[in-house]
Structures are given as C-alpha cells and as structure tokens.
C-alpha cells in the first residue's frame, strides 16, 4: 500500500472513513520507513559535524562524520558508535 494524502480544509468531511484513512496511512509511512535502507541502490547521506552532539542525540540510524576525528558514527538510540573501517582492530 502507498501513501495517499488528503487535503484537509475545512470542506473536508470528518467522516468514519476519512479518519480510518489516516490510520491506514499511518501504517503505510512505517512501512516505507521499514523499507528504506533495503534498496542499497540509493545513497547514504551523513551528516558532517566537528564535534559530537552529546550521546542523549544520538538517534537510532543517524549518521555522523565528525571532521575533528576523521571518522564515521552511528547512532545505536543511547550512544554514538563507531563505524569501523580497514585498519581498526578486529577489522580485515
């Protein structure tokens, strides 16, 4: 199902059906979101900072390059991570 907008105004009926439409839509916009990073065909946008926001931004799927470190996090919903890259321990 795709998202289909209504034009709300004050023509607009607030009927059973216009209001079931904005739970379907709903829906919807949570399963595109869902949907995003699985078509890797699109590209992957970073934000660039020079120093961290504090860990309490750190919003799950935000992408930083901090340009003071040379480095690439990522958000996990509580703290930044760090995007391991060829050379990091660990890393091949």
């Known amino acids: ?31 595109d979101l869902g949907q995003v990073r699985i078509d890797d065909s699109l590209p992957l946008y970073a934000e660039v900072v020079d120093d961290l926001p504090p860990d309490g931004d750190a919003d799950e799927g935000r992408v930083l390059y901090s340009t003071t470190e040379g480095r690439y996090y990522y958000g996990d919903g509580t703290e930044w991570q760090i995007l391991a890259r060829e050379g990091d321990e660990g890393v091949e």
């Open 1 to 31: 199902m795709s998202y289909t907008k209504i034009n709300w105004d004050e023509r607009t009926p607030l009927s059973e059906a216009n209001l079931s439409h904005m739970e379907t839509q709903y829906q919807a916009v949570m399963d």
